[in-house]
């Protein structure tokens, strides 16, 4: 179809200004300056109200709009015989957080994957952007009905608690109510007007539907995560809990940003690892070998999208777990130090097995093409470089040591392992676990095509000194930086870490593509040739992510300890105490399983809907014929 | 020869287990806790696997011997023979790490004991995240001062800790031996260099009953120092044990 340039230019300024407006008005509302018109609510005066309570220190005596947070007793929480209240909220929120993690994600990609098949008028972007949200349309409802659930199980179980925060965030949880119908609206629009919206100007209304989806998607997301970052880290609150009546420091607490970076990230990854398994039950399932050419290639973008953001949720999570250091040095160290440390080590672990089965994944589809022979002798060499980082990242702090091993080393400390226990060493692990995938990307990259270029020696040795040099500016930041100095550099020199690998990273990826730009393909990649156990991997892949963000939710969640909200409101429920790592563990994995469990159903929806049965002699062929006859309107 | 692609796995996994022990307890003389070589070996075998199954020619070749053993007829004897020790082996294993023993059971103590945000030492209320070192900033406006702080820190610390500390702040002192856990190691790259002096103020004012609920599972056999000391005293051993040690104290704003 002829595109009517005029028209489209003129969608592009209104998607190019929408954009402007998000990226423009963000770090302004994150200023604040735009707090007070927005979320007026008579905060002057209840400011003036609550001043004296917090200067005189007799918060309860003060005259105010609002009132201290709630003493709550024994009685204040109400049961429901055979129920343990604690474990549904629990495992509905968490169910909840997977569910809305997945249907937040899958639009940013989808987004991307449809402008990139408008850019390139290759039509298998779009279908596949159609089938990534049509996976996640199902579980948009289910994230919904888990909200309610999450909703009323508060309101029954922790009324006092609901109650002080809706005192506080009353307006924003109205204006979530409103985003909430105004997401819906985008969703729907944008699935059901796919085919209808297509061609010329109709698909850049369809894209501009999809950019205004993610927005309200992201917003919603970022009010949500302001209550449970308001009960780690309250603010605009008085130490009685009596709000000051301004909800934006509220909102904008210490811990808000840090959360709303890494959820953001971490959503993709999650998303990602989760469409990559429906591609690989997709392939696993299918017999024809234009869908497991299909599949195999769904599969292959959903784990690129997942690894692309697993590279950096590291450092949003270092930059999270710094930031909860920096505002309460009890709930740092109970994460990190304290009981929540040994769920650490079984994070490591499963962060570990992300990464082993995304190098993995990558080795195995190297056999796409013929011509990454040239690369496999050097796959040992990466694996090496990954289960060595690995060790070192999920060494414990603390070791277990049994009766004879405490004696025979005369404590508890390790001389040469020990060091291994501390974020120096853990950081410089990941940022090479984190270089050493790179590598598998780019050898799988350049599986099938031989560089042309005259200077293709310079270009490897160039890439070949700037990974050595990479790799010796890390070991430098981490060893001498992270065990010679004080805790200052040691944190600060995290950064520089992180900024060496990303200049890899990307300086490498500028030197491979002009150097391939015009290379010659000696052994085309054929979509559907790869082993089925790599799509394995894949399923490994999202069930790690599920786990780890039910273990990680708990550990945010649980490091608040006795408290609802922080230092002013204390939980006194008989369920106030910290379970026991095994209990923990045992409910995050029901958890994981139901939600696996529902997901499976969701591909299994996606599966029948495509389904088409033809009864035979079950419909009267007269009343059929007489519907068309009269053209369906009897 | 070529050896096969199985044993050839079991081989390198077979180098890694025992050069793990041989650096760790022969060649360092520090034994590797079995609980973390366990965990090592275990993704070790995962990486070693990966590497040799990442190629169809590389599956073929090791799955081929396991396959000639449960399919080929003429592997007849060899498999009964294989698929009655390997289940004994399990078995084997399983009761050896399930049977009952006199040893006393691991415990998961944890190094840092989480303080509370505020506590109540010398008659009065701190803030434990606000709490600074009052004599900290003489090393920069007064050095000799605070080298005079530093000595009598040394002494407080001769005269009250080094029993079960160490005299070179190693947790080994002549006490050491009888305690359960051993006192810190101040050495130890993981202990004081990685916390707020606020946080060792803290730790020696309230000693071992002073952790609150919050930082269990904790025991602790430490005095609580403000009984025996002032509060000066005190500062003064926190800036003696990170002159000593060489480290740091953790802090979060910049020089």
Redesign the interface.
């Known amino acids: 179809m002829k595109l009517k340039n005029e028209n489209r230019w003129g969608l592009k300024v209104v998607d190019v200004a929408f954009l402007a407006l998000i990226f423009f008005l963000t770090p302004i509302i994150i200023s604040g300056n735009f707090s007070g018109e927005f979320f007026n609510i008579a905060a002057q005066a209840a400011e003036q109200a609550a001043e004296p309570a917090a200067e005189g220190g007799d918060a309860e005596k003060a005259t105010s709009l609002y009132g201290p947070a709630p003493k709550t007793t024994l009685a204040s929480y109400p049961t429901v015989k055979g129920v343990n209240s604690r474990i549904v909220i629990w495992l509905v929120a968490q169910l909840h957080l997977w569910f809305a993690a997945f249907v937040l994600a899958v639009p940013i990609f989808v987004f991307i994957i449809e402008a990139i098949g408008m850019r390139t008028r290759d039509r298998r972007y779009d279908n596949m952007a159609y089938e990534f949200i049509k996976v996640s349309i199902t579980a948009y409802s289910l994230t919904a009905i888990l909200g309610g659930l999450l909703l009323f199980s508060l309101v029954l179980f922790y009324p006092d608690l609901w109650s002080y925060l809706a005192t506080i965030f009353k307006d924003s949880m109205f204006w979530y109510a409103v985003l909430f119908f105004a997401e819906s609206a985008c969703l729907y629009l944008y699935y059901y007007g796919w085919h209808w919206l297509q061609g010329g100007d109709r698909k850049w209304v369809h894209l501009t539907i999809g950019l205004l989806l993610n927005a309200v998607g992201t917003m919603l997301m970022f009010l949500a995560n302001s209550w449970l970052t308001f009960m780690m880290s309250p603010e605009g609150v008085n130490a009685a809990g009596v709000f000051a009546g301004d909800i934006w420091p509220a909102i904008q607490n210490h811990l808000w940003n840090p959360i709303n970076l890494h959820r953001v990230v971490a959503n993709v990854a999650f998303g990602g690892s989760i469409v990559g398994a429906y591609a690989a039950f997709k392939f696993l399932s299918s017999s024809r070998a234009e869908d497991r050419a299909h599949y195999d290639w769904m599969g292959y973008t959903a784990n690129f999208i997942a690894i692309s953001a697993l590279l950096p949720l590291p450092f949003a999570g270092y930059y999270l777990t710094t930031e909860i250091?920096?505002f309460?040095?009890?709930?740092g160290?109970?994460l990190m130090?304290?009981?929540f440390?040994?769920l650490f080590i079984i994070q490591a672990?499963l962060i570990?097995a992300l990464f082993?089965s995304a190098?993995?994944y990558l080795?195995?589809c190297?056999?796409r093409s013929d011509g990454a022979v040239r690369y496999?002798k050097y796959?040992?060499y990466i694996?090496?470089v990954?289960?060595a980082a690995?060790?070192v990242w999920?060494?414990?702090?603390?070791?277990?040591?049994?009766?004879e091993?405490?004696k025979?080393?005369?404590?508890?400390?390790?001389?040469?392992?020990?060091?291994f226990?501390?974020m120096p060493a853990k950081n410089t692990a990941v940022n090479l676990m984190i270089l050493a995938t790179f590598v598998s990307f780019l050898f799988y990259r350049r599986a099938n095509k031989v560089a042309t270029v005259s200077w293709v020696n310079a270009g490897n040795a160039a890439q070949v000194a700037l990974f050595v040099t990479g790799v010796i500016n890390i070991f430098i930041l981490g060893v001498y930086y992270g065990?010679f100095?004080?805790?200052?550099y040691k944190?600060a020199a995290s950064i520089p870490q992180v900024c060496t690998t990303l200049v890899i990273i990307v300086i490498s990826i500028l030197i491979d593509s002009f150097m391939y730009k015009n290379a010659k393909e000696v052994a085309p990649l054929k979509w559907g040739r790869v082993?089925e156990?790599s799509q394995y991997a894949l399923f490994l892949l999202a069930v790690s992510f599920t786990w780890l963000m039910g273990l990680m939710g708990y550990i945010r969640s649980g490091i608040r300890?006795?408290w609802h909200v922080v230092?002013i409101m204390r939980d006194n429920s008989a369920d106030a105490f910290?379970p026991t790592?095994g209990f923990a563990a045992n409910v995050v994995s029901i958890g994981a399983i139901i939600f696996l469990s529902m997901v499976i159903f969701v591909f299994w929806l996606s599966q029948i809907s495509a389904n088409k049965t033809e009864p035979q002699n079950y419909w009267v062929p007269e009343a059929v014929d007489g519907i068309a006859s009269t053209g369906g309107k009897g | 020869m070529k050896i096969p692609k199985l044993l050839q796995a079991v081989i390198v996994l077979a180098i890694v287990y025992y050069g793990f022990i041989l650096v760790?307890d022969v060649i360092?003389d520090?034994?590797?806790?079995?609980?973390?070589l366990t965990?090592?070996m275990f993704?070790?075998v995962?990486?070693?696997f990966?590497?040799f199954?990442?190629?169809?020619e590389g599956?073929r070749e090791l799955v081929a011997p396991v396959k000639a053993l449960v399919e080929d007829p003429n592997k007849k004897m060899i498999r009964n023979v294989v698929f009655v020790i390997l289940p004994l082996l399990a078995g084997w294993y399983t009761f050896e790490k399930t049977r009952l023993s006199f040893?006393?059971p691991?415990e998961?103590?944890?190094?840092?004991?989480?303080?509370?945000?505020s506590m109540k030492a010398f008659g009065k209320r701190y803030n434990?995240?606000k709490l600074e070192n009052p004599l900290r900033k003489l090393e920069k406006m007064d050095l000799k001062k605070f080298k005079e702080h530093v000595t009598a820190g040394a002494k407080v610390y001769i005269q009250n800790c080094h029993f079960c500390h160490g005299d070179k702040l190693d947790?080994?002192g002549p006490y050491?031996a009888g305690l359960n856990?051993?006192p810190a190691?101040f050495q130890?790259?993981?202990t004081i260099?990685?916390l707020?002096e606020?946080?060792l103020f803290w730790r020696i004012a309230t000693g071992g009953p002073g952790p609150p609920?919050?930082?269990?599972?904790w025991i602790s056999s430490m005095p609580i120092w403000q009984d025996f000391l002032s509060e000066e005293e005190i500062w003064q051993v926190i800036l003696f044990l990170y002159d000593y040690t060489g480290?740091?104290?953790?802090?979060?704003?910049?020089?």
């Open positions: 250091y920096a309460s040095q009890q709930m160290i109970t130090g304290g009981i440390a040994w672990v570990g082993l190098n993995y080795w195995c190297m056999g496999y796959i040992k694996a090496i990954i289960v690995f060790l999920f060494t414990p702090h603390t070791l277990v040591l049994t009766n091993e405490l025979a080393l005369g404590g508890p400390y390790h001389k040469y392992i020990g060091p226990g501390i065990y100095t004080n805790t200052v944190i082993p156990r300890q006795h230092d910290t790592m | 760790f360092l520090h034994v590797i806790p079995s609980s973390l965990m090592y993704f070790v995962a990486g070693v990966m590497v199954t990442a190629t169809e599956t040893e006393a691991v998961l103590r944890t190094i840092h004991p989480a303080p509370p945000t434990i995240i947790g080994k050491a856990p051993t190691n130890d790259v993981g260099a990685q707020q606020s946080y609920k919050e930082a269990a599972p480290y740091q104290p953790r802090s979060f704003g910049h020089e």
